[in-house]
């Protein structure tokens, strides 16, 4: 329909030396020296103020956030988001958390608990980048997920490659058929 549903909190570093500085960059010393649970409180908070403005101003739209490894593993993270929502006054189903499958085969046991947690507190969970990583589909069928997102290296050439468009098609139809959402990154016409 063209409707614009949600948006996605990405993290940029602007710096007077370098530009702007991306998340692969930055993400991984964050992660080395401890920092990663402020920035992702920090980008939880952004993205739930915004939310609160949008829907202050009539629009009722999602906002996705991403999560580095050791912040989906942190206990902590269930139990800050709640008090994030409520203070922000934003429902549940409004935030998305997104983790890629590698972290979901880091640790499937411990990762599973952690969706587990985050599904009861009523967000909205997917896997990102999916289809570059190494998740089985029987990890797919049983982890409380609500959406996959087709990584962009299948949909940017599926106009002009069969094996991509095959790939995108049939990507679409299993998650349909599992019941989840499908979200096709890097569209570009």
Partial sequence: TGRIIGAEALARWHTPEFGIVGPAEFVPIAEQTGLITPLTSFVLDAALRQARAWKDAGLELSVAVNLSARSFLDTQLAVEIPRL????????????????????????????????????????????????????????????????????????????????????????ELAHNLGLRVVAEGVES
């Fill in 85 to 172: 929502l409520a203070r922000w006054g934003v429902e549940a189903e409004l935030l998305e958390l997104e983790i890629t499958e590698s972290m979901l085969m880091t640790d499937p046991a411990r990762a599973e608990a952690t969706l587990d947690r985050l599904s009861q507190i009523g967000l909205t969970l997917s896997v990102d980048d999916f289809g570059t990583g190494y998740s089985s589909l029987a990890n797919l069928k049983r982890l409380p997920v609500d959406v996959i997102k087709i990584d962009k290296s299948f949909v940017i050439e599926m106009a002009v490659d069969a094996s991509d468009a095959a790939i995108v098609r049939s990507t679409i």
